[in-house]
């Protein structure tokens, strides 16, 4: 297929059009994402015992830390892809995606299989407790099997965007995640088998995903390339990937390293408590996930204009971008506050339990109303390619910033209200903190008397 054909829309279509046409895929794609989390949670929540959930909580971060690595082939392909395509420069497109494609596979197997050795020394660390470890080992070793197909369905859902199949990523983690949720009630309560039912649905989901994003690539519709013949790290592709990349992959794997803290730190206050911070996380993810789809979503089509110098056109995207961030930034912190009970309810039965929950979403909630704008402007300044914003903004998320404010939470207070308050205060430095960074990126890799638009 000829690039211009089907990136057309990243630079003719009306900006309201062009961003809608690419969002509104994303965010479907991420509302499948949701129900599939929520899904394992509210499935293991149907056995009536909390420890379950537990486990499951504390596996998560582990399990982060795989999609981080498809973050970074999939936000740094993209990235590298977009801007590539925005130069006209497809052979450089095919190249990355090949890279990417075959570099996240190798990744996978090894990681895999250290994970199945050190499976056990991994859930202790993560926070799991006696009553737990088995559970949680139980859940990582069968989903470790997967985790290839987790990072090339994560990898490929973001790069496809970036040559104008918004749709075709879309369905990919609709296969994918409804896979996952048919088979997770199956196979938890019609088999029987608890996490590990859980743990396989999981895999099994991520393995149709990949299934279909490989005949995607595979077929005369895609002009990327996943040919180990077009594999090329050198001239610059995988600087360039891993240049975005790895700060993208950075701040997922930093929010998987603070959520082992978190949970660590709220393990001594009891397992119940565990439990309920690990579904207040879950419903935080109904705001969150969306706003992480529409930064995602209208990322390939800023990384295009970046490409092609086109500044107007790149700040009247980032301008309506922001407009829908806050508007949906509002509805779901009302929807996630006013309606925490009936959805912890939904995951939780124990009323210890219960009471942590509701107390922890309410509390993690209150990041709503900016969370939209820091993922607008995290994925506005990886568009341009600038490392070094993209590094510090995502070393200073879920680490310089989250950590020693968490660490500070709890020793003056010590209390686990406390604990979880961290999380929003961060939230809102970090918006504060990228909303900076955005500015002076823009300022320095948009001169107006380069941009093509400027010049009509």
């Known amino acids: 297929m000829n690039a211009s054909k089907s990136t057309d829309i990243f630079k003719n279509a009306p900006i309201p059009k062009a961003v809608l046409s690419n969002v509104i895929p994303s965010i479907i794609s991420m509302i499948m994402v949701l129900f599939y989390n929520l899904a394992d949670t509210y499935f293991i929540g149907q056995t009536n015992n909390p420890l379950m959930v537990a486990a499951v909580s504390l596996a998560t971060p582990v399990f982060l830390i795989f999609l981080a690595v498809g973050l970074l082939f999939g936000i740094g392909g993209t990235s590298y892809i977009s801007r590539s395509l925005g130069q006209g420069n497809e052979m450089a497109a095919k190249k990355a995606s090949s890279f990417c494609f075959w570099t996240g596979i190798a990744v996978g197997i090894i990681s895999a299989v250290l994970i199945c050795v050190f499976a056990k020394p991994i859930c202790i660390v993560a926070g799991a407790a006696d009553d737990t470890l088995d559970y949680t080992m139980q859940y990582l070793r069968i989903v470790t099997v997967g985790i290839p197909f987790l990072i090339l369905s994560n990898t490929f859902s973001n790069i496809i965007r970036s040559e104008g199949h918004a749709r075709t990523a879309m369905v990919g983690m609709i296969i994918g995640n409804l896979m996952n949720i048919v088979l997770d009630p199956i196979m938890i309560l019609g088999f029987g088998w608890n996490v590990a039912g859980a743990a396989i649905a999981t895999v099994l989901g991520n393995v149709f995903a990949s299934g279909f994003y490989i005949v995607h690539l595979l077929s005369k519709r895609s002009m990327l390339s996943i040919k180990l013949t077009d594999y090329k790290a050198t001239g610059g592709i995988a600087l360039g990937v891993l240049a975005i990349g790895i700060p993208a992959s950075l701040n997922g794997m930093l929010m998987s390293f603070s959520n082992i803290l978190v949970n660590n730190i709220m393990s001594h206050y009891g397992s119940m408590a565990v439990a309920g911070l690990g579904v207040a996380m879950k419903v935080n993810m109904i705001a969150v996930i969306l706003l992480i789809g529409l930064g995602t979503g209208v990322q390939p089509m800023l990384g295009f204009c970046y490409g092609a110098r086109m500044r107007k056109r790149f700040l009247g995207t980032l301008r309506f971008s922001l407009i829908l961030a806050f508007l949906l930034s509002g509805i779901m912190t009302f929807v996630c506050y006013y309606f925490a009970g009936a959805l912890v309810t939904a995951f939780l039965k124990d009323q210890e339990a219960f009471g942590y929950g509701l107390q922890f979403c309410r509390i993690y909630i209150l990041s709503g109303p900016i969370i939209g704008l820091l993922f607008v402007m995290i994925n506005a300044i990886q568009s341009t390619g600038a490392t070094l914003p993209s590094l510090l903004l995502s070393i200073s998320r879920?680490?310089?910033?989250?950590?020693?404010?968490?660490?500070?939470?709890?020793?003056?207070?010590?209390?686990?209200?406390?604990?979880?308050?961290?999380?929003?205060?961060?939230?809102?430095c970090a918006a504060t903190l990228a909303v900076i960074l955005f500015i002076i990126t823009f300022k320095k890799h948009f001169p107006k008397n380069e941009m093509v638009d400027d010049l009509d």
Do not use: C
Request: hydrophobic content about 50%; aromatic content about 16%; overall charge negative.
């Open 398 to 428: 879920q680490g310089l910033l989250y950590v020693p404010i968490l660490f500070a939470f709890n020793t003056i207070f010590h209390t686990e209200r406390a604990a979880a308050m961290a999380q929003p205060v961060t939230d809102y």
